[in-house]
């Protein structure tokens, strides 16, 4: 299962790769969903598995899932982002100029797509701020 391929080096980027390669609709909403969730599971520091050098490679190829076409696959792309979001906010400097880039200069799909990420980051980024406070 894909679960025990996890904790390998350069698992987050190869389902990126599908995300970004795949013909069928299907097959990069899997490995969009499955990439999302390992972020959850494995992406933070402390546990070891994804080094430096493979959350730089990611985060720099998150731009290209904006021209995502189907909207079951980018809505778990705008997720993806805030998760990845609320994790690594602070190593990426780039992520609001990148989007308000796009949101200005995009294609109107493009447009949309950072909109739609914009507004998933925003809402990952707020539900972690209110759970601080409490």
């Given at each position: 299962?894909?679960?025990?391929?996890?904790?390998?080096?350069?698992?987050?980027?190869?389902?990126?790769?599908?995300?970004?390669?795949?013909?069928?609709?299907?097959?990069?909403?899997?490995?969009?969903?499955?990439?999302?969730?390992?972020?959850v599971r494995i992406w933070r520091r402390s546990l070891g598995v994804v080094t430096e050098e493979e959350r730089?490679?990611?985060?720099?190829?998150?731009?290209?899932?904006?021209?995502?076409?189907?909207?079951?696959?980018?809505?778990?792309?705008?997720?993806?982002?805030?998760?990845?979001?609320?994790?690594?906010?602070?190593?990426?400097?780039?992520?609001?100029?990148?989007?308000?880039?796009?949101?200005?200069?995009?294609?109107?799909?493009?447009?949309?797509?950072?909109?739609?990420?914009?507004?998933?980051?925003?809402?990952?980024?707020?539900?972690?701020?209110?759970?601080?406070?409490?």
């Amino acid at each position: 299962t894909l679960l025990g391929w996890e904790r390998t080096t350069g698992f987050c980027s190869a389902l990126q790769e599908v995300a970004l390669t795949a013909i069928e609709d299907d097959v990069r909403w899997l490995a969009t969903i499955h990439l999302k969730n390992a972020v959850v599971r494995i992406w933070r520091r402390s546990l070891g598995v994804v080094t430096e050098e493979e959350r730089l490679h990611v985060r720099q190829r998150m731009p290209a899932l904006l021209q995502e076409k189907h909207d079951m696959v980018a809505t778990q792309i705008g997720l993806l982002y805030g998760k990845l979001a609320r994790i690594d906010l602070s190593e990426w400097s780039d992520l609001f100029p990148s989007l308000l880039y796009v949101i200005n200069a995009g294609s109107p799909l493009e447009q949309h797509r950072a909109l739609l990420v914009l507004h998933y980051v925003l809402k990952e980024l707020v539900s972690k701020t209110l759970l601080a406070h409490r």
